[in-house]
């Protein structure tokens, strides 16, 4: 079983940055494509940004990529995302979630996931 603890989410000012983590634990002896999505109040879920279980492959929301970093340390088995210049339409429950893939493979649709972590609350005031 794989196992997921989002972390660093808060309450920020528009213009402020914050850096949430993904620690990956239990059965990781494969490798794992990781995603971090997001789901604001009334809204769908929507994909933030995803990273390829070597962390060559790369992807972020075109709206986002000025913004929003996404890397990983697999030594640490943590997966990070740089968030920048928050605003408060970045409002939402934040969610990284794994699925065991090749060591190259980006995976975007959230539903091939198949772990998923708790979550981790970000609100941005204006």
């Known amino acids: 079983q794989v196992r997921l603890v989002e972390s660093g989410g808060g309450l920020v000012q528009a213009g402020d940055s914050l850096r949430l983590s993904c620690t990956v634990s239990g059965r990781t002896g494969s490798y794992y494509a990781v995603g971090w999505f997001r789901q604001a109040p009334g809204k769908d879920r929507e994909t933030v940004a995803a990273i390829s279980g070597d962390g060559s492959g790369k992807f972020v929301q075109y709206t986002l990529k000025d913004r929003f970093t996404i890397s990983r340390d697999n030594a640490k088995n943590t997966v990070s995302l740089q968030m920048k210049k928050l605003q408060p339409d970045d409002t939402a429950l934040f969610y990284c979630?794994?699925?065991?893939?090749?060591?190259?493979?980006?995976?975007?649709?959230?539903?091939?996931?198949?772990?998923w972590g708790q979550g981790t609350q970000v609100t941005v005031a204006s």
């Open positions: 979630a794994a699925i065991e893939a090749t060591a190259t493979g980006l995976i975007t649709q959230s539903t091939r996931y198949d772990y």
